[in-house]
């Protein structure tokens, strides 16, 4: 019983899932249909995104690119800039996930060597909100980003100009609260020193191509299927201690949405009610599921019931704002915080929660302000 609430408590959402999963197979019962519920590109992609990105992270090079970054800086303001700014783009590309696993830890141990430990709320923080919003530019920034985006159908180039504005707005945001953070002069000598070590060049080129094939074939220029099996293999051969690192509670989480969603999509109760809600009201319908069961499992649910795809894609990214589990990536920070300064967490709350009410307004604003499909709902 210890072991079931240990697992319930750290897997909460996949817990969740799978609950929902079999109580609408109370109404539903299992048939064939059951089999086109999951999306399988979906599943497939973002493993082999997470497999890709954990090489990667493993051969430090995330770290050493902070590294040398880190080592022109002279102040407190220039530090927190690029802490913020490495969660901010990275993301786009390694997910927020990956960024925040990466550079959280990498900036709690900068900050302290350089004699900046008053600043490692604010950046933690401020690297958080970075993270989510950085990663909603492109299809690949975040797990409901790359379902969304096979769903709807829209191609990368207009997936990016749909989220551009929000994350060139998010940009000026983060610029503006950096002028807030204290800009004490920093022990130069001593940043990065505990990162170093030599990248093998080899594995780094074989990472860099089997990325280059995920994102063709997020792209729809290259078959999934046949990317799966690229990755695979190649791991399997070259690299499989990989495989330990891919975050599989998520791809289960997924699973028992999907047949959650599919299940409850042939409920005409259900379905009627769902469409009351939604219609007009996409995105703030999905910023307010967020703030409860966070901003994946509110895309999987509500993209069963709406064709209004512009709109949902802006609301699931900007309810990963608000509160700590509007978005799962934010319990990495959290969890470093608590981990190593115990006595801060409960001062990092606050702050991680106003800062991110505050950002989540002004974006709010600005997309009831911004013309095209969808605003003003």
């Given amino acids: 019983m210890k072991r079931v609430k240990e697992f319930v408590k750290r897997e909460t959402v996949l817990t ?81 996930d990956v960024a925040l696993i990466t550079f959280v830890p990498f900036a709690l141990t900068v900050l302290r060597m350089a004699g900046l430990s008053g600043l490692i709320l604010p950046v933690v923080a401020l690297q958080t909100i970075a993270a989510n919003l950085g990663s909603m530019l492109t299809p690949i920034g975040n ?27 998010s940009l000026g945001l983060l610029a503006v609260s950096l002028l807030f953070v204290d800009n004490g002069r920093i022990r130069k000598e001593r940043v990065g020193q ?45 690299d499989r201690s990989v495989f330990l690192a891919v975050d599989y509670s998520l791809l289960l989480t997924f699973v028992g949405f999907f047949v959650f969603i599919g299940n409850m999509g042939r409920l005409p109760v259900f379905k009627e009610f769902l469409d009351g809600i939604l219609l007009g009201r996409e995105a703030l319908t999905a910023v307010a599921a967020s703030q409860v069961i966070s901003n994946v499992p509110a895309a999987l649910l509500l993209s069963g019931f709406t064709d209004r795809w ?68």
């Fill in 16 to 96: 969740a899932a799978f609950l929902l999963a079999a109580l609408s197979m109370v109404f539903v019962r299992p048939d064939r249909a059951y089999g086109g519920y999951v999306d399988y590109q979906t599943i497939a992609l973002l493993f082999c995104l997470m497999a890709v990105m954990a090489g990667f992270q493993k051969l430090g090079i995330f770290s050493y690119i902070g590294r040398e970054l880190l080592g022109r800086v002279r102040t407190g303001r220039q530090a927190a800039a690029v802490l913020v700014g490495l969660c901010f783009f990275s993301s786009m590309a390694i997910t927020n």
């Fill in 143 to 169: 797990p409901q980003n790359l379902y969304l985006y096979g769903k709807s159908g829209l191609g990368a180039g207009a997936f990016i100009r749909l989220m551009l504005p929000y994350c060139g707005l």
């Fill in 194 to 238: 505990e990162t170093e070590g030599k990248i093998c060049r080899g594995k780094a080129g074989m990472y860099l191509v089997l990325f280059a094939a995920c994102v063709a074939a997020v792209a729809r220029l290259l078959p999934w299927p046949a990317v799966l099996a690229a990755v695979i293999l190649v791991l399997l051969v070259a």
């Fill in 310 to 377: 512009e709109s949902l894609i802006v609301g699931a990214n900007l309810g990963g704002l608000g509160t700590l589990i509007a978005s799962m990536a934010s319990l990495i920070s959290y969890k470093s915080i608590a981990r190593h300064y115990p006595e801060r967490k409960g001062r990092y709350l606050a702050l991680f929660t106003a800062a991110n009410l505050v950002f989540l307004a002004v974006l709010l604003a600005f997309y009831r302000w911004m013309p095209g499909p969808g605003a003003g709902a």
